[in-house]
């Protein structure tokens, strides 16, 4: 009875999460701070414990270099994180609570405690996916971009010029970075500077490799538009054995698939029909 009290207790608090986020949304418009996802779920549950008291002590990691890398999501900030973690230590906890109850001490401990340890953790995981997402689409993109900014610069246009028409031709994450790094450039950063906190911003290797081929363009002389043409060859080599990669780990992932799901549900229907037409056969023998 407590186990299924429990249950409901959780039901209960996402109900109520998505009901305050719905609240937030028509406050604050579509586009305000709760705009999004199940982390922004998790947050609204999060806001409205914190106004009871209740906290939680954040991990002793910074989490600024993986908003970036997600793009900052509109209406997730690090405050965002803080909420979401504990409307999550609160979702994931009451089944932890309910594990706890039903399977005994040293199982139902050890699923509570991973349950729990999955909560407080959860806003962490979630940004690293939607980080990593977002670097995978911008190194994608990046080989192109490099080909066009070569092309520009080939051209005798110069390199700001070049980055601001690459930004709006690739379009995407990496457009909106090239575009900020324009930005940035007209106010009077230093250009090596700019282009390596680009690739540290995104992850990328080859916007990585860009920033490289300028210092060793202004420190030697090579021509800026082989050594980028070069680059985005490399990066398409590059991309190329990372899918081959890829695939080669997918294959035994998808025959231990094969072998332990689709061969026994495949085998399920034949095994009912001979064990049926065997009982028929015992049956007519009686």
């Keep these: 009875m407590t186990t299924l009290l429990l249950l409901a207790v959780a039901g209960v608090a996402l109900t109520e999460a998505h009901r305050a986020l719905r609240q937030e949304r028509r406050l604050n418009g579509p586009d305000g701070r709760s705009r999004g996802s199940s982390l922004a779920s998790l947050a609204a549950l999060g806001r409205l414990a914190r106004r009871t008291g209740i906290t939680l002590p954040a991990p002793p990691f910074d989490r600024s270099h993986l908003l970036d890398r997600a793009g900052r999501p509109a209406g997730i900030d690090a405050a965002t994180i803080v909420d979401s973690r504990l409307g999550a ?6 089944p932890a609570a309910a594990a706890l109850l039903m399977l005994g001490r040293m199982t139902g401990f050890l699923a509570a405690a991973a349950s729990l340890l999955f909560g407080w953790l959860y806003p962490d995981l979630w940004l690293r996916a939607a980080a990593k997402r977002r670097s995978d689409m911008v190194e994608r993109s990046a080989p192109l971009a490099l080909d066009l900014i070569a092309a520009t610069v080939g051209a005798g ?3 700001d010029d070049a980055v601001a028409a690459a930004s709006k ?33 995104t992850g990328s290797p080859s916007l990585a490799r860009l920033a490289s081929a ?8 090579v021509p800026l538009a082989d050594n980028l ?11 190329s054995r990372r899918v081959q990669e890829q695939a080669a780990n997918a294959a035994p992932r998808i025959l231990l698939v094969v072998v332990f799901l689709l061969v026994p549900a495949a085998l399920i229907p034949v095994m009912t029909a001979l064990g ?3 009982a028929g056969a015992a049956g007519s023998f009686l």
């Design 276 to 278: 049926l037409a065997a």
């Design 214 to 221: 300028l210092r060793i363009s202004e420190r030697l002389g």
């Design 229 to 239: 043409r070069r680059q985005a060859a490399r990066a398409r080599v590059d991309r």
């Design 157 to 159: 246009v110069a390199l």
């Design 169 to 201: 031709a690739v379009g995407g994450p990496l457009g909106e970075e090239l575009e900020r790094t324009r930005r940035t450039l007209g106010l009077g950063s230093r250009r090596a500077d700019e282009l390596r906190n680009l690739a540290e911003r």
């Design 89 to 94: 230590v609160i979702v994931f906890g009451l």
